[in-house]
Every structure is written in C-alpha cells, then in structure tokens.
C-alpha cells in the first residue's frame, strides 16, 4: 500500500514539473512572438518612411484657355516633370502621369517623382499636352511652368494652362506679320531720311557752287578794279613826266 501511494506522488509530481515546463515555453513563444511582430511593424514603417523620402507629389491645376477649339473626345493630358537646366540640350522627363479630362473644366492633377532622380539645383518644370491617337500634338503649355523639387522642396499647387497647338500658331503668324511691318515702316522710315540727307546735300552743294561763283565774281570785278587803278596812275604818272619836260625845256630856253 505505502508503495503504492509512493508510485502515485511521484507521477503526481512529474505532472506538475512537466505542467510548469509547459507554461514556462508559452510564456516564452509569446514573449518572442510579440517581439518578432514588434521587429516586423518597425520594418515596415522604416520601409513606408524610406518609401515617403524616396519620392513626392507634385500637385496643381490643369486649366485650358477659352477658345473656339473643343478639346479632343475622351481627352487624355500628359503631365510631365522635366529637367530644363541646359537650355542648349533637349528636356530630361523625369516622371510622367496622365489625366483623363472631360469638358473644358479645370481639373487637378497629382504627379509623383522620384527625389533621387532629380538634381535640386538644376531647373526644373512641369508641361502638360493632349496628342491624337496619332501622336499629333494638338493641345500643350505654352509657358514655362518652373517647380521646386527635391527631398527638402515644399512646393504650392501650380496652375498650369494649356492651350490648342492653332491658336498658338495664329499668335505666331500675327507676332511674324507685325514684325513685317514693322519692318517695312522702318525700312521706309530709313528710306525717307536717305532722300532728305540727299536733298540736304544737293542744296548744300547748289549753296557752295553758289558761293563759289559769287567768289569768282568778286575776285574778277577786284582784279578789274585795281586794273583800272593801275591803268589810271600810270596815265597819271606819265602826264607828270611830261609836264616836267616840258618845263625843264622852257627852262633851258
């Protein structure tokens, strides 16, 4: 009996050790599940924060000027981030996202870009245009939209305004035609005073052959004058000779 009851506290106490054990290992799995599942969300936000610095969001406006020229069915505008630092060098497209448009509204528009991929002391600027399935460009924006880009850039939404690749020619033709005049004013403009400086100078000459001659004149009629004078003392001298001729002959007689 005593060795009975001997054999049953030892398998009592063996399940005891052998239930603390047990708990102890839970304990233990959950500790390092909650550390793992710790490790793993702070992965994961330095993998979100590292994807945040890696890239950011260019946001604005697309407006397009009112004009008699409807915009394109199912319209569809490219906006693109581009590198314009070398004005020598064709633009570098740094990111590009496309907006779908219906109707003349405005329409906003986000573009993300890589701030890896972007150098923030070069310029950089935004351009918008809409092409047919053709790749004919029909609608784009004509000015120069600059951005500040960068991991450290804080820039405002932009507006950017589009307008159809003919109205922008017709600006074009009329800049080219009032150039032509203008031209043609001060090609006339430089023909009138070439006509006045001749006439100036035609008058001038008339004035100095004028002059001339009346120079000639007076020197001629002077060259007469002290002729005559000349003439007139000699005639002078001579009577005088001979009257005193004449007394020396009286004299002698």
Same mark, same amino acid.
């Given at each position: 009996?005593?060795?009975?009851?001997?054999?049953?506290?030892?398998?009592?106490?063996?399940?005891?050790?052998?239930?603390?054990?047990?708990?102890?290992?839970?304990?233990?799995?959950?500790?390092?599940?909650?550390?793992?599942?710790?490790?793993?969300?702070?992965?994961?936000?330095?993998?979100?924060?590292?994807?945040?610095?890696?890239?950011?969001?260019?946001?604005?406006?697309?407006?397009?000027?009112?004009?008699?020229?409807?915009?394109?069915?199912?319209?569809?505008?490219?906006?693109?981030?581009?590198?314009?630092?070398?004005?020598?060098?064709?633009?570098?497209?740094?990111?590009?996202?496309?907006?779908?448009?219906?109707?003349?509204?405005?329409?906003?528009?986000?573009?993300?870009?890589?701030?890896?991929?972007?150098?923030?002391?070069?310029?950089?600027?935004?351009?918008?245009?809409?092409?047919?399935?053709?790749?004919?460009?029909?609608?784009?924006?004509?000015?120069?939209?600059?951005?500040?880009?960068?991991?450290?850039?804080?820039?405002?939404?932009?507006?950017?305004?589009?307008?159809?690749?003919?109205?922008?020619?017709?600006?074009?033709?009329?800049?080219?035609?009032?150039?032509?005049? $203008?031209?043609?004013? @001060?090609? %006339? /403009?430089?023909? *009138?005073? #070439?006509? =006045?400086?001749?006439? &100036?100078?035609?008058? +001038? !000459?008339?004035?100095?052959?004028? $002059?001339?001659?009346? @120079?000639? %004149? /007076?020197?001629? *009629?002077? #060259?007469? =004058?002290?002729?005559? &004078?000349?003439?007139? +003392? !000699?005639?002078?001298?001579?009577?005088?000779?001979?009257?005193?001729?004449?007394?020396?002959?009286?004299?002698?007689?």
């Amino acid at each position: 009996m005593k060795r009975q009851l001997f054999i049953a506290a030892a398998l009592t106490g063996t399940l005891a050790l052998a239930g603390c054990d047990q708990a102890d290992d839970s304990e233990q799995s959950a500790a390092d599940t909650a550390t793992q599942t710790e490790q793993t969300t702070g992965s994961e936000q330095a993998s979100q924060d590292g994807e945040q610095q890696a890239s950011k969001t260019l946001e604005g406006v697309l407006e397009f000027v009112a004009t008699d020229t409807p915009l394109p069915d199912d319209a569809r505008v490219t906006v693109s981030l581009l590198d314009v630092a070398r004005a020598d060098a064709p633009a570098t497209t740094i990111s590009e996202t496309m907006v779908d448009v219906t109707g003349s509204d405005p329409v906003e528009f986000s573009l993300d870009y890589p701030t890896d991929q972007v150098d923030p002391g070069h310029a950089h600027a935004l351009r918008a245009e809409i092409r047919d399935a053709d790749g004919n460009l029909l609608w784009t924006s004509p000015q120069r939209h600059q951005v500040e880009v960068g991991p450290d850039a804080e820039q405002a939404p932009i507006t950017v305004s589009l307008e159809p690749v003919e109205s922008q020619g017709s600006i074009a033709g009329q800049a080219l035609e009032d150039t032509e005049n $203008a031209v043609d004013q @001060a090609g %006339d /403009a430089a023909a *009138d005073t #070439a006509d =006045d400086a001749m006439d &100036a100078a035609g008058d +001038a !000459a008339d004035a100095t052959q004028d $002059a001339a001659g009346d @120079a000639v %004149d /007076a020197t001629q *009629d002077a #060259a007469a =004058d002290v002729a005559e &004078a000349t003439e007139d +003392a !000699a005639d002078s001298a001579a009577e005088e000779v001979d009257e005193m001729t004449e007394d020396d002959a009286q004299s002698s007689q």
